[in-house]
T-cell receptor, first 112, second 109 residues
Framework: DVKVTQSSRYLVKRTGEKVFLECVQD?????MFWYRQDPGLGLRLIYF???????EKGDIPEGYSVSREKKERFSLILESASTNQTSMYLC???????????FGEGSWLTVV | RKEVEQDPGPFNVPEGATVAFNCTYS??????FFWYRQDCRKEPKLLMS???SGNEDGRFTAQLNRASQYISLLIRDSKLSDSATYLC??????????FGKGTMLLVSP
């Protein structure tokens, strides 16, 4: 079974703090993704990566950056957290373009 | 037209009922299609892929209609445990899937 692990499940951060969300997958997948999900807005793609050190902007990259130094690890960084970044963040991976996407359990971030 | 659209519901059905959801997509070049299930405050999980010829997995049947650009999910003999939000996902031709916002299903005793 594919395993996508998000190490931080529940976080509370203060406005202006730098936030790191880590994600690791164990299936040697090429593609990795970061989404956020908010009520009524569905899943929105923040960034994705199709190879080590490669990244592409998704639909809502503003206020976020990512890092992929190793194939199995994809990190989402909030340089200066704001209250409108309070959300559920989902990491995902897939073998390649158009393939099934597998999600981690999610990270619930509250920015106060 | 939005890329992927779903009726948000909720669909309220009694146990044992048959229920169907549709999902329309705008990009005629889309190649792969999926249904995901998401329980409240949980991550989406793959329910089934959708093949051109249609496919069935137990009580669940998925179909693709390329001419009208929609996919469907049919659930027979609904169970209480089927209550969830069902997301469709479409590959519009580039490397990411595009998800619908989901259809909520509530199965009651």
């Amino acid at each position: 079974d594919v395993k996508v692990t998000q190490s931080s499940r529940y976080l509370v951060k203060r406005t202006g703090e730098k936030v790191f969300l880590e994600c690791v997958q164990d299936m040697d997948h090429e593609n990795m993704f970061w989404y956020r999900q908010d009520p009524g807005l569905g899943l929105r793609l923040i960034y994705f990566s199709y190879d080590v050190k490669m990244k592409e902007k998704g639909d809502i990259p503003e206020g976020y950056s990512v890092s992929r130094e190793k194939k199995e690890r994809f990190s989402l960084i909030l340089e200066s957290a704001s209250t409108n970044q309070t959300s559920m963040y989902l990491c995902a991976s897939s073998l390649g373009p158009g393939n099934t996407i597998y999600f981690g359990e999610g990270s619930w971030l509250t920015v106060v | 037209r939005k890329e992927v659209e779903q009726d948000p519901g909720p669909f309220n059905v009694p146990e044992g009922a048959t229920v169907a959801f549709n999902c329309t997509y705008s990009n005629s070049a889309s190649q792969s299609f999926f249904w995901y299930r998401q329980d409240c405050r949980k991550e989406p999980k793959l329910l089934m892929s959708v093949y051109s010829s249609g496919n069935e997995d137990g009580r669940f049947t998925a179909q693709l209609n390329r001419a009208s650009q929609y996919i469907s999910l049919l659930i027979r003999d609904s169970k209480l445990s089927d209550s969830a939000t069902y997301l469709c996902a479409v590959n519009p031709g580039y490397s990411t899937l595009t998800f619908g916002k989901g259809t909520m299903l509530l199965v009651s005793p």
